[in-house]
């Protein structure tokens, strides 16, 4: 395995858009197949590593699980985490179509909210935002 430390910026820069542009591909080709839940839920959950592990040729795989394991956003990358793992179990073990579809769109969920993690402020505005849309009192 080729040490990070060792790549130049041009490399690590190459590295990051081959692999993000791979996993959004990855992405939106599992649209392709989002009628067949495992294979969209393979397709799409690979897309998503992919984009994530993107971002360590840029800042480095030991400052990228740092900062995904900050008090800030632990919660939100176990979260996101889980939601990878399970959603492939549903898809790979067991082959049940409405289990690997709700498990994609927990996984999505949790991707926003692993994102929002990483705006200042951004998951407190939209807590409010969805507590003003969803509350029942008038």
Known sequence: MVCF?????KQRFYGFAICFSTGLAC??????VFFNP????????????LSLGSTAFLIGPKRQVSMMLDPVRIYATALYL?????????ALY?????????????EFGALIWYSLSYIPFARAMVSK?????????F
Do not use: P, R
């Not at 992405?27 to 392709?32: E, G, I, P, T």
């Not at 935002?129 to 009192?137: G, H, Q, S, Y």
């Open 94 to 106: 067991v082959h049940n179509k409405l289990l690997t579809l709700l498990a994609i769109i927990l």
């Open 129 to 137: 935002i969805m507590l003003a849309c969803f509350d029942t009192e």
């Open 27 to 32: 992405v939106l080709l599992s649209m392709l």
């Open 82 to 90: 889980a939601s990878i793992i399970i959603a492939l179990f549903c």
């Open 38 to 49: 495992v294979k969209f839920g393979i397709t799409f959950t690979f897309g998503n590593l």
């Open 5 to 9: 430390l060792s790549l130049s910026f």
